[in-house]
């Protein structure tokens, strides 16, 4: 029986304001061309300067990773010669990652290597239309960590659940927004086909955009392999692309030879030394992550699957992770923060970091909800309370919204019994219609400040009488 082995490498798009070795802008979707230095476009007597916040965040993500880390690294020179790599070399590290000997744990509790993650500037992008070729520079030297796993990956939904955490791990830390249709996330994969514990021959598959692509292109790189040692053929070692529409695997070229990209050191960068203590406050500056989240928001009572829906969010996970040391009704803030808070996002294609948001006014809309405040009157406010700094009681006193607390509810619930006495004597005879109408009255008495759960029943205790 054939069984696959699949590595994979993913290249990230690290999250800072400028460039690896440059002051350029980072930024994605700016005009071709306006985010370039004269570094970036290789004039000749220009040196490169290094980020350090690139050499933080890549620390940060080699801990996350488990991996052991070269406190004493340094870059190299890869060369080669594509149109999209202004300077004919690639800035990067070979000989000493910033970290080695990592892993991904898996639900199965299966641990997926990383041989090593490295630090590298990206090449410019190429796009091509009729018989031109055009080049935008803009991603020249944005700065990329590439994360190299061991072939320990032995099935498509393995392949995926590594993606799956992988992206996690890196979003939750701020080290890349992961973005696959933005490619600031693009992996290549390695496959092969073999009866016995040895490897076959790999072909690797580049640039493939999803991670549902992925799936697909492993199993439609097993399926070719298998094919061809049925009918006795050699696999060749090549470079492939995955075509979605066919579901197939396409030759890009032939790896007749191991490629020969002269590495050396890069003699404009000296070697970078991390103290001791450097590293322990990048390991005191790393957050909780996913799981660990959603494992302590389940012990606070949240349902799994709510938390599921949660961390899915890494910004509303994160700011709800801020108030675990908070007295608060935890299903209450997380029920806000999936329901019109997340949909007022959505709307407005807004992150949380762009509203008026913070912890003491969260907390202080959660109290409301002990005053009168509901989901029906939350939801009609909002908007106000999302993009304005005023509190809450001010924003109910400019909407002419008046609490109902639970006495001023049995009170209204008692004069409207009283003063509709036919549609009382229907429900009690089983007319359950007549409930509707009651709860009509309800509402408008209360100009619909009232929850219409607590109405109910209020309605419903004395009615019983």
């Known amino acids: 029986m054939y069984k696959e082995t699949v590595g994979i490498e993913v290249h990230l798009e690290i999250k800072t304001n400028t460039k690896f070795f440059s002051g350029s802008k980072s930024r994605y979707g700016a005009s071709p061309n306006t985010c370039v230095s004269v570094i970036d476009a290789a004039h000749p007597g220009t040196l490169p300067l290094i980020n350090a916040e690139v050499i933080k965040q890549g620390l940060r993500a080699a801990f996350l990773l488990n991996c052991d880390i070269n406190q004493k690294m340094h870059f190299d020179r890869k060369n080669y010669f594509y149109p999209d790599l202004p300077k004919g070399y690639q800035i990067t590290q070979n ?275 002990d005053k009168g405040v509901n989901f029906r009157i939350f939801r009609d406010i909002v908007s106000s309370f999302l993009s304005t700094d005023k509190d809450i009681l001010e924003i109910l006193e400019i909407n002419n919204i008046t609490l109902i607390d639970d006495t001023k509810l049995d009170d209204i619930a008692l004069q409207v019994i009283k003063e509709n006495d036919a549609a009382v004597k229907d429900y009690q005879n089983g007319n359950e219609r007549s409930m509707q109408f009651l709860m009509g009255m309800m509402m408008k008495k209360t100009r619909g400040g009232a929850d219409p759960v607590a109405a109910k029943k209020s309605l419903q205790k004395y009615l019983a009488k």
Do not use: W
């Open 95 to 369: 000989r000493t990652p910033i970290g080695v000997n990592g892993y991904v744990t898996l639900d199965s509790g299966k641990k997926i290597g990383i041989h090593d993650i490295h630090l590298e500037e990206d090449t410019a992008k190429s796009s091509h239309v009729d018989n031109y070729s055009y080049l935008d520079l803009n991603r020249a030297g944005i700065p990329l960590v590439e994360i190299v796993s061991s072939p320990d990956i032995t099935s498509p939904s393995e392949a995926r659940e590594y993606l799956e955490k992988l992206r996690e791990i890196m979003v939750f830390a701020g080290i890349s927004d992961c973005k696959i249709e933005e490619g600031s996330m693009r992996c290549d994969v390695n496959v092969s086909v073999s009866k016995t514990n040895k490897l076959g021959t790999r072909s690797e598959i580049k640039n493939v955009s999803s991670f549902t692509a992925v799936e697909n292109a492993i199993k439609a790189e097993k399926v070719r392999h298998i094919a061809l040692l049925e009918k006795g053929e050699k696999i060749l070692e090549d470079t492939r692309r995955f075509d979605e529409k066919r579901e197939e695997t396409v030759r890009l070229r032939l790896k007749e030879t191991g490629n020969d990209y002269r590495y050396f050191p890069e003699p404009d960068i000296p070697y970078i030394c991390i103290s001791d203590e450097e590293l322990e406050n990048v390991k005191a500056s790393l957050p909780l992550s996913g799981s660990e989240i959603k494992t302590r928001l389940i012990k606070e009572g949240i349902s799994e699957l709510n938390a599921n829906k949660l961390i899915k969010n890494p910004d509303s996970a994160l700011f709800i992770a801020s108030l675990f040391d908070e007295k608060i009704d935890f299903n209450l803030a997380v029920n806000l923060m999936q329901g019109d808070i997340l949909a007022y996002l959505n709307k407005n294609s807004l992150s949380l970091k762009e509203t008026t948001l913070n912890k003491k006014r969260f907390i202080d809309l959660l109290a409301s909800f």
